[in-house]
């Protein structure tokens, strides 16, 4: 069984996967689509481990402090160093087996084409 959870607030192939986090929170990105309001992410974590929020705090950080400045448009950001981008709730879903993970996979991939920003899952 994989060990992979979804968090959607988040596609990348499997060859591209990246560990983040250091020694203290390790976490790989298996997935991940940044669309223009939302983004979805499969991540593995540590067996026996599920602080998703402090993993989801250390990419808001690292994203806003390496992004350039965006136009805030919703006055509930204004006032705090969020990027129009972020949610602040998110759900989890513990991937149960392979057929599981390559659903969650294919929903990534197809995101953009729903949402109308792309013509087909390969662009």
């Known amino acids: 069984m994989r060990e992979n959870c ?3 607030i988040a596609p990348g192939a499997p060859g591209n996967r990246r560990s983040y986090g250091g020694e203290r929170l390790p976490f790989r990105f298996d997935a991940v689509v ?3 309001d939302h983004l979805h992410a499969i991540w593995t974590l540590p067996t ?3 602080d998703f929020s402090e ?5 808001k ?3 806003f402090y390496r992004s350039p400045p965006t ?3 919703r006055r ?3 006032a705090k160093p969020e990027k129009g981008l972020w949610q602040r709730r998110f759900w989890e ?3 149960r087996d392979d057929a599981d993970f390559a659903r969650h996979l294919d929903y990534l991939h197809y995101n953009p084409v729903r949402h109308g920003l792309a013509g087909r899952a390969a662009d």
């Open 61 to 63: 950080y690292r994203f």
């Open 34 to 36: 940044i669309l223009p």
């Open 55 to 59: 993993r989801w705090r250390l990419v």
């Open 48 to 50: 026996g481990d599920d």
């Open 71 to 73: 136009d805030v448009t």
């Open 6 to 8: 979804t968090s959607g």
């Open 93 to 95: 879903h513990c991937i």
């Open 76 to 78: 509930s950001l204004a």
